[in-house]
């Protein structure tokens, strides 16, 4: 008897226990949570999980996920402010979002063997400020960086790319990224450090790209943009796209000590083309630009824009400048109806504005405000630009 007391329970816990075992990797209907390492590793006889898996906000120090390689869903950690090392050595891919937000305590990510993400989105990491990626992450559906510690994005060594956002990484002074040659979605970087020295030397053809608050942006191969390529508070002298030949929307606001843009190769506008607020830039030659389907809207201090390839301006003109600039090119152009719609070309001006009357070097330079405007006046232009987003975008999401 005294026997049977014992094995009874014995026998329930040890089926209990192997229930749970046999379906302890499916996170599919209901995600599997971790709260502290012992329930790490009774993961580790799962080389896959199905579905997600989610650390739990309480739990703290380090978590290391061994024998894991493949995750179908997402990995998540969301407000777990103590974790201080996250480690996944065997882990190749995560399917879904690999998703990490307010890990204030965060220093150390180990992930050796992750190569592909369905999404990367992490937030308010302040601590992190290098990856421990060794083989390094070639595939993700999109990339999202906010406010972390990162100096750099080794470990982020992308061949494609649908949205990538790099947003207020305080830290982060050099993005040099190899191996994108096509990016699919909206490529944005934003309130890094104020020396940020962006490089994509191989990207070709991408849709819609803004920089702001970067120290230098080299795109040497970039072909053409489906969408916008818009510069906003940059603080280089120069800006060259040397093989640009096509762009939706083309806008450049608020680049303090931008002096020379070389545009050599650009031929098409598929939107509206907007300088504004880049007080230190007197004179502009874009020499083969032939059509814009917006609206040409440029204010600020230029004494020469020459534009002597231009066959067609449909959305209307407005140039203000306080230089002393010769607007009679423009007037012909006026006449002859290459440029249809509104027409302004003034010269000497105390205070020009855009279009829509935006003043320069308002500091409405900020983005919001001078992006509108540089929408407003490239309505036109701008449609189908946006459409042909939706639908990459929209793809890219299907293929995820
Ligand atoms: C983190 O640890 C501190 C100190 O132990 C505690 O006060 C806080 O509640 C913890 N945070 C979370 C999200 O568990
Ligand atoms: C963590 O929170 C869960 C509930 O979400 C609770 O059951 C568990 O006891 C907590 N663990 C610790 C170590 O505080
Ligand atoms: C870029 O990628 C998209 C989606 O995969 C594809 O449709 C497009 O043809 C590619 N463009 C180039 C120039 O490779
Ligand atoms: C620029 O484009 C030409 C062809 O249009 C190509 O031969 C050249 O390699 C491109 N330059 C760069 C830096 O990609
Ligand atoms: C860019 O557009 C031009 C003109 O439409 C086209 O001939 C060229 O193949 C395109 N290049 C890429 C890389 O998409
Ligand atoms: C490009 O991205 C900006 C956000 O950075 C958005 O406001 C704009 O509508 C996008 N334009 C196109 C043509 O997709
Ligand atoms: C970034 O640039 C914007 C203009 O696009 C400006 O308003 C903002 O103050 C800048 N932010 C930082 C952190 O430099
Ligand atoms: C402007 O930039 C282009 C291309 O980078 C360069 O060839 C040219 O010399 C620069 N002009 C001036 C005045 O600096
Ligand atoms: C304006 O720039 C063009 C091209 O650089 C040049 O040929 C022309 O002489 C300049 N005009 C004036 C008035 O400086
Ligand atoms: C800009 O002007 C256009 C036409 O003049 C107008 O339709 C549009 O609403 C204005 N946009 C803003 C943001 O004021």
Redesign the pocket.
């Known amino acids: 008897m005294a026997i049977m007391k014992y094995i009874v329970p014995a026998l329930l816990a040890s089926s209990l226990a192997f229930a749970a075992n046999s379906d302890n990797c499916d996170g599919s209907s209901k995600p599997i949570t971790i709260q502290n390492q012992g329930d790490a590793d009774a993961l580790s006889n799962c080389e896959t999980i199905q579905g997600d898996i989610e650390i739990d906000k309480n739990t703290s120090g380090s978590i290391t996920l061994n024998g894991i390689q493949q995750i179908t869903g997402s990995l998540t950690a969301d407000g777990a402010a103590n974790i201080s090392s996250l480690a996944a050595p065997q882990l190749a891919s995560i399917g879904k979002t690999f998703k990490l937000n307010g890990i204030i305590l965060l220093t150390t990510l180990n992930f050796d063997e992750l190569t592909e993400v369905g999404q990367i989105d992490w937030a308010a990491l302040p601590n992190l400020q290098a990856l421990s990626f060794a083989k390094g992450v070639t595939k993700a559906g999109s990339v999202s960086i906010t406010n972390t510690g990162l100096t750099s994005l080794k470990g982020i060594e992308l061949d494609t790319v649908g949205d990538f956002d790099l947003t207020a990484n305080t830290a982060l002074s050099e993005v040099n990224v190899n191996n994108i040659k096509n990016c699919t979605g909206l490529l944005n970087f934003a309130a890094n450090s104020n020396k940020l020295d962006v490089s994509f ?2 990207l ?1 053809s991408a849709v819609n790209i803004t920089f702001r608050n970067t120290s230098s942006v080299s795109v ?4 053409n943009l489906t969408g916008q390529l818009g510069l906003f508070g940059n603080s280089f002298s120069d800006f060259a796209a ?2 640009l ?1 096509k762009t939706g929307d083309l806008v450049f606001d608020n680049n303090e000590k931008l002096s020379n843009v070389s545009l050599p ?1 650009l031929t098409t506008v598929n939107g509206g083309f907007q300088m504004s607020s880049n007080k230190d830039l007197t004179s502009l030659t874009v020499p083969e630009l032939k059509t814009i389907v917006g609206a040409l809207d440029f204010s600020g201090s230029f004494e020469n824009v020459s534009l002597p390839a231009l066959e067609q301006v449909k959305g209307g003109f407005n140039l203000q400048t306080t230089g002393t600039l010769d607007c009679s090119p423009f007037e012909k152009l006026h006449s002859d109806h290459v440029i249809q719609g509104v027409y302004h070309c003034d010269a000497h001006v105390a205070k020009p504005t855009t279009m829509n009357g935006s003043g320069s070097s308002s500091s409405s330079g900020s983005a919001s405000s001078s992006t509108s405007s540089g929408a407003a006046v490239s309505n036109m232009g701008k449609a189908p630009a946006m459409g042909l987003t939706a639908i990459v975008c929209g793809l890219l999401q299907l293929l995820m």
């Not at 040497?220 to 072909?223: A, G």
């Open positions: 030397p191989n070709v040497p191969s970039l072909q040397p093989n030949t190769k």
